[in-house]
């Protein structure tokens, strides 16, 4: 196995070798470690190295605590093996139910755990519909009619069509003629569809100075207004935090899309006063985005956790401008589920007649 594993094409560099451990370094830069153990250990050791060190270290104290030695061969009493096959072997000897893989971080778990709190965390199969989509008729590669199909071999319910306002610069961004014109698509799609719902949409550009690049006349006809910084990402995180209540003012804006901006690796994160945006957005029937591109997973896992406990609805969306990126959403649900999120935190768990009623305000 170890042989195998360091002959793989991709290596670059075997970086240590023995009988049970192998490291290598990946042509892309990536390091990878193997480690092989007994059968009986698999559990143990997958709990062991997949981590949090933090959890690990706490799941070693508890069982100190019952004169058992935990580490990555299986849970020990003196020389005997007790546990150790399966993950939820090692808990349960703990004298836990078992803890999602998402939630190990000694950021409260356990105590969950002893006081049978752990919360149902979400399942990509919770999810009934995208909001925020984009087609060739602004920056996207696939039509309209593309787009609708993909989602609908997804078994989704329904599908906002959020194409570019023209302000941003977008090439084909829509003004409000030809987003009046995409409308009448949508209706006329919807009138042969049965089992899918398309919903009017677009992402639409906040303003620096909070106002949004379309009209109240146009946005008024819309069934969702998403809406999102794409310029002045550098200014004061007072100012960025104002300028995105000010467009949540505006009765028609439904979500404020990646709130953060950020491009992992290229892009840091705006400056925002988050604990006070997401208050507004309580107090304005507005909600916010967990956007499941894996360039941005804005807002992060930590953010979400923060929704929660505000009791803040959140949506997640994929921000597919292709039908392949459509399926991205299962990154959006691993962030939800980081952050501790289960079905009922989630707006696009939803029937379509209760995405209707939360959106009141309109």
């Known amino acids: 196995m170890v042989d195998r594993f360091t002959a793989y094409e991709e290596v670059a560099d075997v970086l240590a070798k023995g009988s049970t451990k192998a490291s290598v370094r990946l042509k892309s830069g990536m390091q990878v470690d193997l480690r092989v153990v007994p059968e009986r250990s698999y559990g143990a050791a997958l709990?062991?190295?997949?981590?949090?060190?933090?959890?690990?270290?706490?799941?070693?104290?508890?069982?100190?605590?019952?004169?058992?030695?935990?580490?990555?061969?299986?849970?020990?009493?003196?020389?005997?093996w007790l546990a150790g096959r399966a993950e939820r072997d090692v808990y349960a000897r703990l004298g836990l139910p078992y803890i999602e893989p998402e939630l190990r971080e000694n950021q409260g778990e356990i105590e969950a755990a002893h006081a049978g709190r752990l919360p149902e965390l979400l399942d990509l199969s919770d999810i009934r519909g995208d909001l925020h989509v984009h087609t060739n008729a602004s920056d996207g590669e696939a039509t309209l009619e593309e787009m609708v199909e993909a989602?609908?071999?997804?078994?989704?319910?329904?599908?906002?069509?959020?194409?570019?306002?023209?302000?941003?610069?977008?090439?084909?961004?829509?003004?409000?003629?030809?987003?009046?014109?995409?409308?009448?698509?949508?209706?006329?799609?919807?009138?042969?569809?049965?089992?899918?719902?398309?919903?009017?949409?677009?992402?639409?550009?906040?303003?620096?100075?909070?106002?949004?690049a379309l009209p109240n006349s146009i946005l008024s006809e819309l069934d969702i207004v998403v809406a999102s910084v794409h310029s002045k990402f550098d200014l004061?995180?007072?100012?960025?935090?104002?300028?995105?209540?000010?467009?949540?003012?505006?009765?028609?804006?439904?979500?404020?899309?990646?709130?953060?901006?950020?491009?992992?690796?290229?892009?840091?994160?705006?400056?925002?006063?988050?604990?006070l945006l997401m208050k507004a957005a309580l107090e304005r029937g507005c909600y916010l985005e967990v956007n499941a591109q894996p360039t941005r997973l804005d807002l992060s896992d930590v953010q979400?956790?923060?929704?929660?406990?505000?009791?803040?609805?959140?949506?997640?969306?994929?921000?597919?401008?292709?039908?392949?990126?459509?399926?991205?959403?299962?990154?959006?649900?691993?962030?939800?589920?980081?952050?501790?999120?289960?079905?009922?935190?989630?707006?696009?768990?939803?029937?379509l007649g209760d995405l209707r009623k939360l959106f009141r305000r309109r």
């Not at 997949?50 to 270290?57: A, L, Q, R």
């Not at 058992?68 to 299986?74: D, W």
């Not at 994929?318 to 649900?333: F, I, S």
């Open 236 to 275: 004061p995180a007072r100012a960025q935090t104002d300028r995105m209540i000010r467009a949540m003012d505006n009765p028609y804006t439904s979500i404020i899309a990646h709130p953060f901006g950020r491009l992992i690796g290229e892009r840091d994160p705006c400056q925002l006063d988050l604990q």
């Open 304 to 351: 979400c956790r923060m929704a929660k406990e505000l009791a803040l609805l959140l949506a997640i969306s994929t921000d597919a401008h292709t039908v392949e990126t459509l399926a991205y959403m299962r990154y959006g649900v691993d962030q939800a589920r980081r952050g501790w999120l289960t079905a009922k935190d989630v707006l696009n768990t939803r029937s």
């Open 47 to 80: 709990l062991y190295f997949t981590g949090s060190k933090p959890h690990n270290i706490a799941l070693r104290a508890m069982g100190l605590k019952r004169g058992l030695k935990v580490n990555e061969y299986g849970i020990f009493k003196g020389a005997r």
């Open 151 to 212: 989602a609908g071999a997804r078994g989704y319910e329904y599908i906002a069509i959020t194409d570019h306002s023209k302000h941003i610069g977008i090439t084909h961004g829509l003004d409000a003629k030809r987003l009046a014109s995409q409308m009448r698509d949508i209706d006329r799609l919807n009138a042969k569809r049965g089992s899918l719902i398309v919903l009017k949409s677009a992402e639409v550009d906040i303003l620096p100075d909070g106002k949004l």
